[in-house]
């Protein structure tokens, strides 16, 4: 059985995936705005051998639901949210061996900037960061950011091509790996021979310029990415390195799994050049009853209003205008296409208002996974076999109580098992999880443009 990777995810912000838990009295979430929390946090996850900490984040507001970003304000879902990549710096000095992936919209970032940005992180982790790819769903972004509205959504992913494409020949090709000498007797630094500016005019930008940063352990940041859709699908086959998936069932996420790796290696890379992670969340007691009496005193705190807030502005669609039992009807919107068609063209039967608010166990659309240690790794391990994944992206409930409990708990088990490390790999996040040295594969569509 091969060994799963489980990163602990978060936003930095009080209201993540499962809204409401922010009012339980334990619940610490509301100090998301003390550095102190977030160097806890890092501390646990490290402590559990976790192999990252995943930031989620979005640049807009949740104002489909009702047409208002007024429920989503009042419930503190995912807004106010503050910047995801200052807190990794404080992270990363008080661990060694922990990941971070970070998650910025490429639709706002000028790639020039974010190509200091993350090769600055990367130094400062010494090789630990990586970058989760996004294009954006949330026309309240696109109006903030000056635009009208949101791009098409296959628009989005071809912009995103091309920015990739500058990336890569600022952070591969833009710096020799010998272009550093640091020869003080002489007073030279740098060979400037080996050093070059980058060209690029293309449809959807244009741009000339030296990558500022000198090259970082891993060059290119480890590259994640959650885009579902067929043309998502496609552009994680091409461009990411671990891809975020989300589904009920393993048996439900198999025909995505699976797609997955075929397009992968329709690519011209390897069947394991990807790794495929599920979200979960996990409920765990030393005991079944223990786990469920912790699971109905959540229960009490979880916000259905900011769940609906969330999911419509997810889907597009505004679902105030439904009836408990109306049919979700809507086909096709331009937000996230994947969310949309689990509940429309991809459900068995039509799906109803009723069943998605009688999915929300505790302020989110996906049940948990709950038990005692051994019955939550279990439920893992079935992941793994049935569902062919990598391993999972967990959220959190009450924090930080949900993950305490799982590094206490459940961490042990699946070491016991096998199923899980015992102890971190030597190197760069993109060595620890794949092997090799750090650098991107030879197969990967960056590797043309190093010299």
């Known amino acids: 059985m091969k060994k799963m990777q489980i990163y602990a995810f978060d936003m930095n912000c009080v209201g993540h995936i499962n809204h409401g838990m922010w009012t339980h009295p334990r619940d610490r979430s509301v100090n998301y705005t003390d550095l102190d929390y977030w160097v806890d946090f890092a501390r646990t996850a490290e402590r559990g051998r976790l192999d990252g900490i995943f930031l989620a984040d979005i640049v807009g507001v949740y104002d489909v639901y009702k047409n208002s970003p007024a429920p989503v304000i009042e419930t503190g879902a995912q807004i106010p949210v503050n910047d995801p990549l200052m807190p990794i710096s404080a992270m990363a000095y008080v661990t060694k061996h922990l990941g971070f992936g970070v998650t910025v919209n490429t639709t706002y970032e000028p790639p020039f900037l974010l190509a ?60 020799d790996d010998d272009a550093l ?34 090259p ?3 060059r290119t940041p480890l590259l994640f990415q959650a885009g579902a859709s067929a043309r998502g699908q496609d552009f994680a086959a091409r461009h990411a390195e671990c891809v975020f998936i989300a589904g009920p069932t393993p048996q439900s996420a198999r025909p995505t799994v699976d797609a997955l790796r075929a397009k992968t290696l329709a690519n011209g890379r390897g069947a394991d050049a990807i790794k495929i992670l599920s979200l979960i969340t996990v409920v765990v007691g030393r005991t079944e009853n223990e786990a469920q009496e912790k699971l109905e005193d959540y229960r009490r705190h979880a916000s259905v209003e900011a769940s609906l807030a969330h999911y419509s502005a997810s889907v597009g669609v505004d679902f105030s205008k ?17 969310a949309l068609a689990a509940i429309t063209k991809q459900a068995a039967k039509p799906v109803t208002k009723r069943q998605i608010i009688d999915q929300m166990v505790l302020g989110s659309r996906m049940k948990p996974i709950v038990g005692s240690p051994e019955q939550v790794a279990d439920t893992l391990q079935r992941w793994i076999e049935e569902g062919g994944i990598d391993g999972f992206n967990l959220a959190r409930t009450v924090t930080p109580e949900s993950l305490n409990d799982f590094v206490d708990l459940v961490v042990p088990v699946l070491q ?31 590797a043309q443009f190093r010299r």
């Open 216 to 218: 970082s352990p891993q």
């Open 116 to 175: 200091r940005r993350m090769s600055t992180l990367d130094h400062l982790t010494k090789g630990r960061i990586g970058w989760n790819i996004v294009t954006g769903y949330l026309d309240s972004a696109a109006r903030s950011m000056g635009f009208e509205k949101l791009p098409e959504h296959d628009a989005r992913y071809d912009a995103a091509e091309e920015y990739l494409e500058i990336l890569y020949k600022l952070w591969e090709g833009s710096w």
């Open 416 to 446: 016991e098992r096998g199923l899980f490390k015992a102890d971190y790999a030597e190197g760069p996040l993109r060595q620890k999880l794949f092997g090799g040295h750090g650098r991107l594969s030879a197969s990967h569509p960056a």
């Open 322 to 338: 439904y009836e408990l039992d109306d049919v979700i009807d809507q086909s096709s919107t331009n937000a996230n296409q994947s």
């Open 181 to 214: 000498l640091r020869d003080r007797e002489r007073g030279i630094f740098a060979d400037a021979s080996k050093v070059r500016a980058v060209s690029h005019q293309g449809r959807y930008y244009k741009m000339e310029g030296i990558h500022l940063t000198e």
